[in-house]
């Protein structure tokens, strides 16, 4: 069996996210599944009608912004030690 550096949880990770954390997906997702259900348009054109779908999709293929701020002051700390 060929072996593949992907990580499991690959199909469940924002692209821009270095941890590849599957809770961070899920957070974000839902944040945008209620946008979504409360009239917000999608950025994909879609068939489905399940707001759930269309925003595990469009955060899937890196198209939702989103902060962490707590990640954010911890790469910050990182980079002051270094510098």
């Known amino acids: 069996m060929a072996e593949t550096n992907t990580p499991r949880n690959a199909n469940y990770a924002i692209p821009d996210d270095p941890e590849s ?6 957070i974000v997702a839902a944040k945008r599944a209620r946008q979504l259900q409360n009239g917000n348009r999608s950025f994909l054109p879609t068939t489905s009608r399940k707001p759930t779908v269309t925003a595990l999709e469009e955060v899937r293929r890196g198209l939702i912004q989103y902060e962490d701020p707590i990640r954010d002051a911890n790469l910050a700390e990182i980079a002051s030690r270094r510098g």
């Open 21 to 26: 954390s599957t809770y961070r997906f899920i």
